[in-house]
C-alpha cells in the first residue's frame, strides 16, 4: 500500500530565517506531487506541483520554491521566511492516470 | 475563473439526524467533483467522487448527487454519528489541466449526541 509522509510536524521559525519542508511517498512510482498551504478556518491553495524528477510548476508567486531531486521526494523551500507564510502546509500525491489526491499529516508552520 | 462555494457556516446536526452539505460551482463543467474529509490538524482524506454521467453514488451512510445544470453537489451523512464531526470539502479538477484540484473553503460538521 502507499504511504506519504511528512516532516517536521510543527515547524516554529524567526522571521527571516531559512525553511525545508520535506515529503516522501513509498509503494507508488511517478506520483504527480502537490504542495498546499492552508490559512486558518481558510481552503487549500496549491503552491506547487510536480509531474516528474525536476519538473515544477508555480502556481501562486511568492517567496517559496519547490523542487523533485528523487521520484518520490518533494521539497518546499524559502530562503527568507515571512509572517504570512504561516499556515499548515500540505503534501499529496495523485496517481498519474488517477483523479484522487492522497494527502499527509501535514507541518504547521509558525512564523514569528 | 473556477469558484466554488461551500457554505462557510458550520452545520449542527443532531445525531441519527441526515446532514446535508451544498457545493455550488460556476463558470466551468467538470468531468468529476470529489468530496474529501479534513479532522482539525490533519490532511484531507477522500471519500468519493461522481462523474458527469453519474447522478448519484454511495458509500456505506454517504450520498452524493450532482446536478451538472444546477451546477451544484450535494454530500448527504444518513444516521449521523459525533464521529462524523469533520469539516468536508468538495473539489473539481482545475479547467484544461488534469492533474490539479480547485478546493472549496469546506463546511464545518458538528453532530451532537
Known amino acids: 500500500s502507499q504511504t506519504i509522509h511528512q516532516w517536521p510536524a510543527t515547524l516554529v521559525q524567526p522571521v527571516g530565517s531559512p525553511l525545508s519542508l520535506e515529503c516522501t511517498v513509498e509503494?507508488?512510482?511517478?506520483?504527480?506531487l502537490y504542495w498546499y498551504r492552508q490559512a486558518a478556518g481558510r481552503g487549500l491553495q496549491l503552491l506547487f506541483y510536480?509531474?516528474?524528477?525536476?519538473?515544477i510548476s508555480s502556481e501562486v508567486p511568492q517567496n517559496l520554491s519547490a523542487s523533485r531531486p528523487q521520484d518520490r521526494q518533494f521539497i518546499l523551500s524559502s530562503k527568507k521566511l515571512l509572517l504570512s507564510d504561516s499556515g499548515f502546509y500540505l503534501c499529496a500525491w495523485k496517481r498519474r492516470e488517477g483523479d484522487t489526491q492522497y494527502f499527509g499529516p501535514g507541518t504547521r508552520l509558525t512564523v514569528l | 475563473s473556477q469558484k466554488i462555494e461551500q457554505n462557510s457556516e458550520a452545520l449542527n446536526i443532531q445525531e441519527g439526524k441526515t446532514a446535508t452539505l451544498t457545493c455550488n460551482y460556476t463558470n466551468y463543467s467538470p468531468a468529476y467533483l470529489q468530496w474529501y474529509r479534513q479532522d482539525p490538524g490533519r490532511g484531507p482524506v477522500f471519500l468519493l467522487l461522481i462523474r458527469e454521467n453519474e447522478k448519484e453514488k454511495r458509500k456505506e451512510r454517504l450520498k452524493v448527487t450532482f446536478d451538472t445544470t444546477l451546477k451544484q453537489s450535494l454530500f448527504h451523512i444518513t444516521a449521523s454519528q459525533p464521529a462524523d464531526s469533520a469539516t468536508y470539502l468538495c473539489a473539481l479538477p482545475v479547467s484544461g489541466g488534469y492533474n490539479k484540484l480547485i478546493f472549496g473553503a469546506g463546511t464545518r460538521l458538528a453532530v451532537h449526541p
Open positions: 509503494g507508488t512510482s511517478n506520483p504527480n
Open positions: 510536480s509531474v516528474g524528477i525536476g519538473q
